[in-house]
């Protein structure tokens, strides 16, 4: 197993980090928030999962080793695989997961896309005794990336892949109405679904 990659990082994509290890380049599939960290030609360090099916070896790359473990625990849940678990993490730090899971918040839980009532409850009940408890133990952890944060989150995320704050800025301001539509109907700004969104803002004004 790779327990992770470090270098300088060659490139960057929405939803993919390319370390130098050694001369090789290795893709390692990531979260916007941890995307939003990285800078091409800097060093970077991520902790990684690698997985591996018939047909693909997939790693996966984290912003320290809670993330990673987290990742893992996750799928010993039944109907969840690494693209749900690293979904999860991109909408709710490894602590707002188990503060959800420890308090039995639903809402929480079907504010990830892919995640209904139902998943969210049978969630609730498998997980309970694998995550553990919460470290910060404040409730306002929940949903910390994807409420009043989620500009924060997906300004530093377009300024990680290389564009100006003013492109950025111009970017953000363009899904707004997307994000405050989720808030007005009760759900929350999805930031992978916005980074994708701005991305292509920024792609028809180039």
Known sequence: ???????????????????????????VQCTPNTLSALRVGQQA???????????????????????????????????????????????????????????????????????????????LLELKDRLGEPVGGSRAGVGSAVTAGWRDQ????????????READEAVAAVTPQAEAALAAGGAPQVPQLLKAALQTLNRAR
Not at 6 to 14: E, K
């Open 45 to 123: 360090r991520l902790a990684t999962s690698l997985v591996v099916r018939e047909d693909s070896l997939t790693l996966y790359g984290f912003a320290d080793d809670d993330e990673r473990q987290t990742f893992e625990l996750l799928q010993t849940a039944s109907g969840v695989g690494p693209r749900l678990a690293q979904a999860m993490l991109a909408v709710h730090s490894p602590d707002a997961l188990r503060l959800a899971v420890a308090t039995g918040d639903e809402k929480a839980l079907t504010a990830v896309p892919g995640i209904g009532k139902k998943g969210a409850q049978k969630l």
């Open 154 to 165: 997906l300004q530093a995320a377009l300024i990680g892949l290389g564009y100006a704050t």
């Open 1 to 27: 197993m790779i327990a992770f990659v470090s270098g300088p990082v060659a490139a960057l994509a929405p939803d993919t980090a390319v370390v130098e290890v050694g001369g090789v380049g290795m893709a």
